[in-house]
């Protein structure tokens, strides 16, 4: 059997290039593969594609690449929580491309379900439809998007086995599942990892066929943005 | 004028037992306090979650577990969670009854623009032209006029939209208005102490006012 179990995040990414096309999974700091960027801070490889619905913070999750300047483009929905990311968009030092939220999942979606296009009501009538193609469908608008596919997808599970099985905690899911599928290479670190067969195949949630490589990720921050409580 | 919290609550007002709700960031997350007792609502938040519950106590706090504004929450007993490939596949489908979000303008044939100011930082649109653009009954809350005094409620937008012919209603600091297929806005209530004068001369685009207007009820 294949051995996809790999020692540390250090290895686990050690061979993504420079200028690799990423896919990042998360939503805010909720659910980021928070060992792999680390370790990509330490490769210190640079011109990254780095496709997330976020861009982190200043200091933390993809903030930190982009500080470091590793980052030439990225793909994502909403980046509004980084001064960094600001400065260098503004100076033309980073390019940025916008995505309706439900288009970017769905064009991940498609990269790893091998559909090249289809078409999404989202955007029509805005900047976001242009140059686009635009079709209609039983007197509805819709515009063509294409799929998205990375070099390298990396994910962050709550447990998985050494088959590469997966299992994702509470909203910390989101992007992850459909970036598993549309990795050349899916790097995925969990919080706990135990051997083939102690997972419970009906809680599956990404089949192993998916993941390449995996490990046990270890000092996990799970920083929280927005900290909102309930006083009793 | 109304304040926030009037704005939230007379919201509520629009809310069915039952419904299935997306509120957007700001005041559309307000609504959710003033929901009538009795009456079971599903929130769905579009990281991934249906069945929001309220804020968690310091010791509840999972780090793994937020809303679509980052904050942290709580699940309703009988919540489910799911990818965000899955929770779009349920906004675009038409499955979630009603859209509540903010705006920075809305025109009289219901395009909604609230995602982007030319010149200034972009953000991104997040999820807004996903919702909007299909969702069945869109409500907006908002400012009805700028801080300058013009007028949000206009002919057409002059920001860049983020969707076209969608907006249903929009509850303002001074109206509530229908937004009618034909091109209009269509005045239903007026905010306590808010004269019909008033909001004739602050709506931009086309407003047609029929009968008496009654002051809207918030309790």
Redesign the interface.
């Known amino acids: 059997m294949i051995n996809k179990v790999v020692k540390d995040a250090h290895d686990a990414v050690n061979d993504i290039h420079d200028n690799a096309i990423l896919m990042l999974g998360g939503?805010?700091?909720?659910?980021i593969p928070e060992n792999c960027i680390s370790a990509l801070l330490k490769t210190g490889v640079k011109g990254l594609t780095c496709i997330s619905?976020n861009a982190g913070v200043d200091d933390f999750g993809i903030g930190l690449l982009l500080k470091t300047r590793q980052v030439r483009k990225m793909i994502?929905?909403?980046?509004?929580e980084n001064a960094e990311f600001?400065r260098q968009?503004?100076s033309g030092e980073l390019e940025v491309e916008?995505i309706?939220?439900?288009?970017?999942?769905?064009r991940?979606?498609a990269g790893g379900a091998g559909i090249p296009a289809f078409f999404?009501?989202?955007?029509?009538?805005?900047?976001?439809a242009e140059g686009k193609e635009i079709r209609e469908f039983e007197g509805k608008k819709y515009l063509m998007e294409h799929w998205l596919r990375a070099d390298f997808s990396l994910v962050k599970a709550?447990k998985g086995d050494t088959s590469g099985n997966l299992i994702f905690?509470?909203?910390?899911?989101?992007?992850?599942?459909?970036m598993a599928t549309a990795g050349t290479i899916t790097i995925a670190e969990v919080e706990e990892l135990v051997p083939t067969g102690e997972l419970d195949p009906n809680q599956i949630?990404t089949p192993g066929i998916f993941v390449h490589r995996i490990f046990k990720g270890s000092g996990y921050e799970?920083?929280?943005?927005?900290?909102?409580?309930?006083?009793? | 004028m109304l304040d926030k919290v009037g704005i939230a609550k007379r919201i509520a007002k629009e809310v069915r037992d039952g419904m299935y709700i997306n509120l957007g960031i700001g005041i559309p997350t307000l609504v959710a306090n003033y929901i009538p007792g009795g009456m079971h609502v599903v929130l769905q938040?579009?990281?991934?979650?249906l069945g929001i519950g309220?804020?968690?106590?310091?010791d509840q706090?999972?780090?793994?577990?937020?809303?679509?504004?980052?904050?942290?929450?709580t699940m309703m007993p009988g919540a489910a969670?799911?990818?965000?490939?899955e929770?779009?596949?349920m906004?675009?489908s038409g499955k979630v009854d009603l859209t509540i979000l903010g705006a920075m303008e809305v025109s009289e044939r219901g395009?909604i623009a609230n995602w982007k100011i030319p010149g200034k930082?972009?953000?991104?649109?997040?999820?807004?032209?996903?919702l909007v653009?299909?969702a069945k009954n869109i409500i907006v809350a908002m400012q009805h006029c700028s801080k300058d005094g013009a007028s949000k409620l206009l002919k057409k937008c002059s920001l860049?939209?983020?969707?076209?012919?969608c907006v249903k209603k929009i509850v303002s600091d001074m109206a509530v208005l229908n937004v009618l297929p034909e091109g209009a806005f269509q005045l239903l209530e007026r905010a306590p102490g808010i004269s019909v004068e008033q909001i004739k001369n602050a709506t931009e685009g086309k407003l047609i006012i029929e009968g008496e207007i009654p002051e809207m009820i918030l309790n």
Not at chain 1, 76 to 80: A, C, L, P, R
Request: include cysteine; aromatic fraction near 8%; charged fraction near 20%.
């Open positions: 939503f805010g700091l909720c659910g619905n994502s929905s909403y980046v509004g600001e968009l503004l916008l309706p939220q439900g288009t970017l999942a769905e991940v979606r999404t009501p989202a955007g029509y009538g805005t900047e976001v709550w905690k509470g909203t910390a899911r989101n992007f992850n599942p459909m949630h799970k920083r929280i943005e927005q900290r909102t409580v309930t006083r009793i | 938040s579009e990281n991934g979650l309220p804020f968690p106590t310091e706090i999972d780090p793994d577990l937020i809303n679509a504004g980052k904050q942290t929450i969670l799911f990818s965000s490939a929770s779009f596949g906004i675009r395009d930082m972009v953000k991104g649109m997040g999820g807004a032209m996903d653009a299909s860049p939209l983020t969707g076209m012919n």
